[in-house]
């Protein structure tokens, strides 16, 4: 039966009137691959249900957070316990103690954490500290890294940005962005130039890219920043918001055993509800006021709700397995795309760590986000619409990553496999 959207397609024009391009995020207009957006309804384990009843294979999983994929049982228990207590207070609760707790336990660089709202929120903050605790105003970010929209890293950034082609958006001041060095992913050598002159506060970098797709860091590369900011006095920021979790329980920190002094973490931190945090360093930490002079705040900051939720996620994911589950499954399904590729004769490069992976209409290697941009992005536009078509919800950009969850099988990643042969075999 061919697919109806009339639903979604009455929600999206009645969405434009009031809501700019009628999405609160722009990636999710699906502009880049010439499609409209669905309107979603519901969501259940592994599976998305839009406005029209057509039912999906989600490969978002919100952008990251959904690692238990969508209404787990355990985490809206935990969500109605806490919502019984009120919903926002503004004061001091237990629960953020017990997730400071468990993050700090996740991570062990973080003698200290500070919960907020949002990822951006969490590398905004963690700049302002660095800058703070240094005396130091240049940051260092790499071409094609996304750390959410705050000014001065909107510069050169991937994921929307790049998708849409603004990476460096309108309505940044000049001075904004005038300390923002940006160098290429992966090149510890243009990192160490750029931190001669000892006047910078901050490199920050994603230690996994994946927001210019997914993009591993090459071997020595993390060792390297890590021994060039020691050296420099310059702090070295991973930002942990995507492989925070996802990656290993400690993130890609754990993964590859080098230490930075600030880590963000989010999306999976929230246990799919809105929640980030920055941590780090005691002695860095306690510049932030109220002990130091650097200043950062929210009204909604380790609200108990969500707090709730991403406890309960952290619990569930320590159980015994889940990582080498979540291997498992991103195994078959690399291989499944590979084999569905050369069935179809294209050059594709896939990057994956883990659950989350990236397929490249290049031949690759893909490892920083020049080598990124050579991907044929009419042909992955093509591909996304032939798997929409298909049931199969892929990120609507080339450059992001999809998700695994603990709640796709390997039937679904069977299925995922076969829509991407018959995508490729016949584009849309
Ligand atoms: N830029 C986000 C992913 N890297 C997308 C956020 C969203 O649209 O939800």
Same mark, same amino acid.
């Given at each position: *039966?061919?697919?109806t959207?009339?639903?979604?397609?009455?929600?999206?024009e009645?969405?434009?009137?009031?809501?700019?391009?009628?999405?609160?995020?722009?990636?999710?207009?699906?502009?880049?691959?010439?499609?409209?957006?669905?309107?979603?309804?519901?969501?259940? @384990?592994?599976?998305?249900?839009?406005?029209?009843?057509?039912?999906?294979?989600?490969?978002?999983?919100?952008?990251?957070?959904?690692?238990l994929?969508?209404?787990?049982?355990?985490i809206?228990?935990?969500?109605?316990?806490?919502?019984?207590m009120?919903?926002?207070?503004?004061?001091?609760?237990?629960?953020?103690?017990?997730?400071?707790?468990?993050?700090?336990?996740?991570?062990?660089?973080?003698?200290?954490?500070?919960?907020?709202s949002?990822?951006t929120?969490a590398?905004?903050?963690?700049?302002?500290?660095?800058?703070?605790?240094?005396?130091?105003?240049?940051?260092?970010?790499?071409?094609?890294?996304y750390?959410?929209?705050?000014?001065c890293l909107?510069?050169a950034?991937?994921?929307?940005?790049?998708?849409?082609?603004?990476?460096?958006?309108?309505?940044?001041?000049?001075?904004?962005?005038?300390?923002?060095?940006?160098?290429?992913?992966?090149?510890?050598?243009?990192?160490?130039?750029?931190?001669? @002159?000892?006047?910078?506060?901050?490199?920050?970098?994603?230690?996994?890219?994946?927001?210019?797709?997914?993009?591993?860091?090459?071997?020595?590369?993390?060792?390297?920043?890590?021994?060039?900011t020691?050296?420099?006095?310059?702090?070295?920021?991973?930002?942990?918001?995507?492989?925070?979790?996802?990656?290993?329980?400690?993130?890609?920190?754990?993964?590859?055993?080098?230490?930075?002094?600030?880590?963000?973490? @989010?999306?999976?931190?929230?246990?799919?509800l809105? #929640? #980030?945090?920055?941590?780090?360093?005691?002695?860095?930490?306690?510049?932030?006021?109220?002990?130091?002079?650097?200043?950062?705040?929210?009204?909604l900051?380790?609200?108990?709700?969500?707090?709730?939720?991403?406890?309960?996620?952290?619990?569930?994911?320590?159980?015994?397995?889940?990582?080498?589950?979540?291997?498992?499954?991103?195994?078959?399904?690399?291989?499944?795309?590979?084999?569905a590729?050369?069935?179809?004769?294209?050059?594709?490069?896939?990057?994956?760590?883990?659950?989350?992976?990236? *397929?490249?209409?290049t031949?690759?290697?893909?490892?920083?986000?020049?080598?990124?941009?050579?991907?044929?992005?009419?042909?992955?536009?093509?591909?996304?619409?032939?798997?929409?078509e298909?049931?199969?919800?892929w990120?609507?950009?080339?450059?992001?990553?999809?998700?695994?969850?603990? #709640?796709?099988?390997?039937?679904?990643?069977?299925?995922?496999?076969?829509?991407?042969?018959?995508?490729l075999?016949?584009?849309?």
């Open positions: *039966m061919p697919r959207y009339a639903a979604s397609k009455a929600l999206f009645r969405a434009q009137r009031v809501i700019p391009g009628g999405v609160n995020s722009p990636v999710r207009a699906c502009r880049s691959v010439g499609a409209d957006p669905v309107f979603i309804a519901q969501g259940d @384990g592994p599976i998305v249900t839009d406005a029209d009843g057509n039912t999906y294979i989600d490969m978002i999983g919100s952008w990251g957070p959904l690692i994929g969508h209404s787990n049982a355990e809206l228990d935990a969500i109605k316990e806490a919502m019984g009120g919903t926002s207070f503004g004061a001091p609760t237990e629960v953020e103690v017990r997730f400071a707790e468990a993050v700090t336990a996740a991570m062990p660089v973080m003698d200290m954490v500070r919960a907020v949002s990822g929120e590398t905004m903050s963690a700049l302002r500290l660095a800058r703070g605790a240094t005396g130091r105003d240049k940051i260092i970010k790499m071409d094609g890294g750390h959410g929209h705050t000014d909107l510069v950034a991937g994921s929307g940005a790049a998708t849409l082609g603004i990476p460096g958006s309108a309505g940044v001041p000049a001075g904004a962005a005038k300390d923002t060095i940006v160098v290429p992913y992966n090149d510890a050598a243009a990192v160490e130039q750029a931190l001669a @002159g000892g006047d910078v506060a901050a490199v920050i970098v994603e230690p996994i890219a994946g927001n210019m797709g997914t993009v591993p860091p090459a071997p020595g590369y993390l060792e390297a920043l890590r021994a060039a020691a050296k420099h006095g310059t702090i070295l920021i991973f930002d942990e918001v995507m492989t925070g979790f996802r990656v290993a329980y400690g993130g890609a920190t754990a993964r590859f055993g080098v230490t930075p002094d600030l880590v963000c973490v @989010g999306k999976i931190v929230g246990g799919g809105p #929640a #980030a945090a920055f941590g780090g360093r005691g002695d860095i930490m306690r510049h932030l006021a109220p002990l130091g002079g650097v200043y950062q705040a929210g009204t900051s380790g609200n108990p709700l969500a707090m709730a939720a991403g406890l309960r996620a952290l619990e569930i994911l320590r159980r015994p397995g889940t990582y080498e589950r979540l291997e498992q499954l991103g195994a078959r399904l690399e291989a499944g795309l590979l084999a590729a050369k069935a179809a004769g294209h050059d594709f490069c896939i990057n994956r760590i883990g659950s989350m992976l990236t *397929m490249f209409f031949a690759g290697p893909v490892t920083d986000y020049a080598t990124a941009k050579r991907a044929d992005t009419a042909l992955f536009a093509s591909f996304f619409r032939g798997m929409r298909r049931g199969i919800f990120a609507p950009s080339q450059f992001e990553a999809v998700f695994l969850s603990l #709640a796709h099988s390997e039937n679904e990643i069977d299925e995922i496999c076969a829509a991407a042969q018959a995508s075999a016949s584009p849309k």
